[in-house]
């Protein structure tokens, strides 16, 4: 199983990105998705994450109203919308799959997850 991350790049301060990541090697139809992020010489947190069905979503407080996580199941492909960015976003992000997860629950540990992506790097001027 491979996540491929893309989309990450150097964006002024009320920018917009939009990350995508592409999963290969299984389907991940029925399992939760989720999006990670890493700063330097911070431990990796929580961005958001969305149910198999898309019909559940949860997000990080400082993100929530700005990100927005999607996902096209035929493609095995996860999104993740990223408005007004701030400096403060700047991290590396990783998506994330967690097999089979149900419809309801939303896992927002990392262990929780089975397998990862290789990050891409968001970078937010001031």
């Known amino acids: 199983v491979q996540l491929q991350a893309y989309g990450g790049g150097l964006v002024q301060a009320g920018g917009s990105l939009r990350l995508s990541c592409i999963v290969s090697g299984r389907s991940v139809r029925f399992d939760l998705l989720g999006w990670f992020r890493q700063a330097p010489g911070k431990e990796r947190e929580f961005v958001a994450a969305i149910t198999w069905s898309g019909t559940r979503t949860e997000y990080e407080d400082s993100v929530k109203d700005r990100f927005t996580i999607s996902r096209d199941n035929d493609k095995n492909m996860v999104y993740l919308q990223m408005n007004s960015l701030k400096p403060e976003d700047t991290a590396v992000y990783f998506c994330?799959?967690?097999?089979?997860?149900?419809?309801?629950?939303?896992?927002?540990?990392?262990?929780?997850?089975?397998?990862w992506g290789q990050g891409t790097q968001v970078t937010v001027s001031s």
């Open positions: 994330a799959t967690r097999y089979s997860a149900g419809d309801y629950y939303i896992a927002t540990s990392a262990i929780e997850y089975n397998y």
